[in-house]
């Protein structure tokens, strides 16, 4: 199991590792508003505070996506990542 901290909602839940943050965030009923869920749209980006090596690597659809908007390594897509460690979330949208 990892650890998941949503620091806006300061919401700590538990989930087996390798699952999404969409996934994870739903069953929590953290504060990430999804749009498009398939990465094309932004409103799920959240920065990753702690744990960024925890996340799955950006697939090619998020890698366009971020630096089209010259983000951060540490913000990623909520509906893109997977989660195989403990890491901490703060919510940004589009
Ligand atoms: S919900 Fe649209 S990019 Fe994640």
Redesign the pocket.
């Known amino acids: 199991m990892v650890k998941v901290h949503f620091l806006l909602e300061d919401l700590l839940v538990e989930a087996p590792e390798g699952t999404s943050l969409q996934r994870i965030a739903d069953a929590a009923g953290a504060d990430i508003t ?11 980006r959240v920065r990753i505070t702690a744990g960024l090596q925890a996340c799955s690597e950006p697939g090619p659809e998020e890698r366009d ?1 971020l630096q089209g908007l010259e983000a951060p390594a540490d913000q990623r ?4 990542v997977h989660i195989h460690g403990d890491v901490d979330i703060e919510y940004l949208g589009l």
């Open positions: 999804f749009g498009c869920r398939t990465g094309s749209c932004g409103t799920c996506f897509l909520a509906c893109q």
